[in-house]
């Protein structure tokens, strides 16, 4: 999906991938819970056997329900092959583990989700594969860790929690200078705010647990590549024992049917919330691409066709923290975000990628959900009130 009108782009979602003739008159597709395929007789057995990261060979290698979801991923990001996991982590470390054996360097972006930085330094580093860390948009500090023994760059853009854009033509410049292999993590973008792969990007993820199920009752991921890396990653999605279920794509299926009209409330409402806490002089920072004072706003609109619900900022931790998020009724605390509800995520503890952290303040990702924005204001007012109570 490239940068075409908002409701042409809900035209093909809606349309995409339904075919009721298949099904006996059923718009959506049926859950095909299939484990055991059964095969007519030996030539076809063989034939099986000999495409069978292709075509249906045994559950675990993707059943039909999985087969037509990576089928629709094709489309969506117009990549040649595409690889469903049973969640956005497991693209992620199935991604990294395709390409990467003892001896090689890896360069992660040091605002990658959390979990990814973990996933490095203790699991990677037991197959004596090092990892080294790159500062945002800073080319020459990135050039400066490549080696002879640098076999992929790992991105996520807009970065967890701070929202940091890099410059991905330049990372890709740089990579394929030195024939490294990128890697991209687009969740916070969907494929309708970015299509990675055509910056030059050779492996796109995104973790449809987010907005692309939108409900928060979903897990799993997606890897859009090209053929070539297509065998390997499968290969190792398989060996991993990775699994995704019928039901998942069924429940991603049906969330991208609405994801751009929710992305465009998500972002509406997130909007109309940021022009309120930027009324709120105890705020000390707030991170939203959108604002126009935000240090990453030109790149994000080089890349970006939308922005989505996630604001985070940081209060003076001269008032009591938990009378704000405890008198929020929108508002609760869980982790992760895409879904239709609002959520707060306090982060005093959490973190990795928080620039100009310092122990004063204290910090909150929210996510705009697809409540009425005057309540979510209501919300903040409230909690913010008991905030400021001596
Ligand atoms: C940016 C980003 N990538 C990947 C993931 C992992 O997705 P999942 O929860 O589906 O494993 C998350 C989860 O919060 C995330 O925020």
């Known amino acids: ?186 969740t916070w973008a969907t494929f309708i705010g970015l299509n990675p792969l055509k910056w030059g990007i050779d492996i796109v993820i995104e973790s449809c647990t987010k907005y692309f199920s939108g409900h928060s009752d979903n897990f799993c991921g997606i890897i859009a590549c090209c053929n070539e890396h297509f065998k390997k990653i499968k290969q190792t999605a398989v060996r991993l024992g990775d699994f995704v279920s019928a039901e998942a794509c069924f429940n991603a299926i049906k969330g991208m049917r609405t994801l751009s009209t929710r992305l465009e409330k998500h972002q509406e409402n997130s909007l109309k919330v940021f022009n309120y806490l930027e009324t709120k002089n105890f705020i000390k920072e707030i991170y939203f691409l959108p604002d126009k004072k935000n240090i990453h706003h030109k790149l994000w609109k080089k890349y970006f066709n939308l922005s989505n619900g996630l604001i985070t900022f940081s209060v003076e931790k001269i008032n009591k923290i938990e009378s704000f998020v405890d008198h929020l009724n929108f508002f609760k605390i869980g982790f992760s975000w895409g879904g239709y509800e609002s959520l707060i995520l306090p982060l005093n503890e959490i973190k990795p990628s928080l620039k100009n952290y310092k122990n004063s303040v204290y910090w909150f990702r929210i996510h705009i959900g697809l409540e009425s924005a005057d309540d979510l204001i209501k919300d903040l007012e409230r909690g913010f009130k008991n905030y400021e109570k001596k």
């Open 1 to 186: 999906m490239g940068r075409m009108g908002k409701d042409k782009i809900n035209s093909e979602l809606i349309k995409l991938g339904s075919d009721p003739n298949l099904h006996h008159g059923s718009l959506s597709d049926p859950i095909y819970k299939t484990s055991t395929i059964i095969f007519n007789d030996y030539k076809s057995f063989l034939d099986a056997k000999k495409n069978k990261f292709k075509k249906p060979y045994y559950g675990r290698f993707g059943n039909y329900s999985v087969k037509r979801f990576e089928e629709l991923i094709c489309q969506i990001y117009k990549s040649h092959d595409a690889i469903v996991t049973s969640s956005g982590l497991s693209a992620i470390t199935i991604s990294l583990l395709s390409f990467l054996s003892r001896g090689d360097e890896v360069l992660i972006t040091e605002n990658c989700y959390e979990p990814v930085y973990n996933f490095c330094i203790k699991e990677l580093k037991k197959f004596g594969i090092k990892t080294f860390f790159y500062k945002n948009n800073n080319p020459s500090f990135l050039k400066k860790l490549i080696s002879n023994r640098t076999k992929l760059i790992y991105i996520e853009s807009p970065g967890s929690l701070n929202y940091e854009v890099e410059d991905i033509e330049e990372i890709v410049k740089i990579a394929k200078k030195n024939k490294i292999i990128t890697v991209m993590d687009n």
